[in-house]
């Protein structure tokens, strides 16, 4: 009896072992986090886009420090096993600017010292990536409940990584309007004496019509693959009554953003505003 108890812990380890080792790296992301200190909350989002669907997942570290190591998984949207993502590399300082944001997060903050760092995180997955385009993406959010509850959390800018060919840009486009490109958009409001507001949708577009990220088409899919690549910045209007609110809307929408415009319109007098907005469109 003791021989075939044995070999059965034989046969125990050896599967584990082999379930342990059957995800395959399937991608290396270079993304910047902010930091300040060692007691910095930081959650990692992971996003995989593919062709037949969109999948999002939630970790942590479950150190203060920042540590290379497997990071703890809290969601994932997609199917069993989820992705494993460890952090394999902890960089240097760089400047602030490379996190965008960050120097005003930082001058509101109680503990001004935010620093922008770079990090290398592995993702693992026994996921079948066939086709394309298929795209890994990740950002990471900080903050510091004990000392800066007030500041709210930083979200860091995207990383992407992709083994597919890099998409032509120049069919796309940006537009006020789904049926046709619009760049520029003139809006008229009645003064009623009160804050009022609207709201306004911003449209990717492709070839001059719709690209709808919400088709799990060919065409869709690579609108959600363009979409995800987006890189956007509110300049803001040059009218402080005048105020705009950019809000992302998830990139199986046909929608980009939805900016929501708020005026106040309590001194009862004309006012003309100018607000502006820029959309990147990155290449990998």
């Known amino acids: 009896m003791k021989i075939i108890r044995w070999i059965c812990c034989l046969l125990m380890i050896a599967l584990m072992s082999f379930c342990a080792q059957a995800q395959k790296k399937v991608g290396v992301l270079n993304t ?27 970790y942590k ?5 920042l540590k290379t190591g497997v990071l703890d998984l809290v969601t994932w949207s997609g199917p069993n096993p989820a992705p494993e993502m460890r952090l394999e590399g902890v960089g240097g300082e760089v400047n602030v600017s490379n996190c965008p944001g960050l120097a005003q997060y930082d001058a509101i903050a109680v503990d001004s010292d935010w620093q922008c760092r770079s990090l290398t995180i592995g993702v693992y997955s026994d996921l079948s990536y066939k086709g394309c385009p298929w795209l890994i993406s990740t ?19 995207l990383a992407h990584n992709s083994t597919c060919p890099a998409e032509p840009l120049e069919p796309y486009d940006i537009s006020w309007n789904e049926d046709s490109v619009v760049h520029n958009e003139e809006l008229r409001l009645q003064s009623s004496g009160a804050v009022i507001e609207q709201t306004l949708a911003t449209y990717l577009m492709k070839n001059g019509k719709l690209c709808d990220g919400s088709k799990m088409d060919e065409r869709g ?5 363009v979409s995800q690549m987006i890189t956007f910045t509110a300049s803001g209007c040059d009218n402080a009554k005048v105020t705009v609110t950019p809000n992302r809307r998830p990139i199986t ?29 990155n290449m990998i």
Do not use: W
């Not at 950002?139 to 800018?157: T, W």
């Open 32 to 58: 910047l986090a902010a930091t300040t200190g060692n007691f910095t909350t930081l959650h990692y989002y992971l996003n995989i886009i593919t062709p037949d669907g969109v999948y999002y997942g939630e």
């Open 221 to 225: 899919s690579y609108c959600r693959f």
């Open 61 to 65: 570290s479950h150190q203060l420090m």
């Open 253 to 281: 929408d046909k929608q980009l953003h939805d900016m929501v415009v708020r005026v106040d319109t309590t001194a009862l007098q004309p006012i003309d505003s100018t607000c502006r907005f820029q959309y990147v469109l």
């Open 139 to 157: 950002y990471v959010e900080s903050e510091e409940p004990a000392v800066d509850p007030e500041a709210g959390i930083f979200k860091g800018p």
